[in-house]
């Protein structure tokens, strides 16, 4: 199997509100960026879009290490998403799984590539999440009508 890095961030001005978000792919010594947004979401679906997205672009099955600065992706995929399957995408309190989309994508993206979920600090000065921070901040800037 390939193995793949991948970075992401997520930004929402407002919450809710316009938001984009980041993602870096690393295959050896290419690295790709990728980048989109909304104009009315929240940074958890940010979040999500931007490892969702990342993982969507791969063309075969890959070994992926995905770094997030998103504790909700982190323990959602780590911690939580066994459990929302089991009880037919219900929280432990019995509520709809919120973003359930985003989840159920990922949690079929996790049967085709073998993923490991990494969380970093944000605004730590780790480079590759600083990038990914820009992309998704210049993203939301574009879809509130702030930039090209």
């Not at 509100?17 to 010594?29: A, F, Q, Y």
């Amino acid at each position: 199997m390939r193995k793949v890095e991948i970075f992401t961030d997520g930004s929402c001005l407002g919450n809710p509100g316009p938001g984009g978000w980041g993602s870096i792919i690393r295959t050896g010594e290419c690295d790709v960026e990728l980048t989109g947004g909304k104009a009315h979401t929240t940074n958890n679906e940010m979040e999500l879009s931007g490892a969702v997205e990342a993982l969507k672009s791969l063309k075969a099955p890959c070994e992926v290490v995905v770094t997030t600065d998103s504790q909700y992706v982190v323990y959602g995929m780590q911690k939580w998403m066994a459990g929302w399957v089991r009880n037919g995408w219900k929280t432990a309190s019995k509520q709809p799984v919120k973003n359930r989309p985003f989840w159920e994508e990922l949690n079929k993206l996790s049967e085709i590539h073998k993923i490991k979920w990494e969380w970093i600090r944000g605004h730590d000065g780790h480079a590759e999440n600083e990038r990914c921070d820009v992309l998704a901040v210049e993203a939301a800037n574009h879809f509130a009508g702030r930039g090209a």
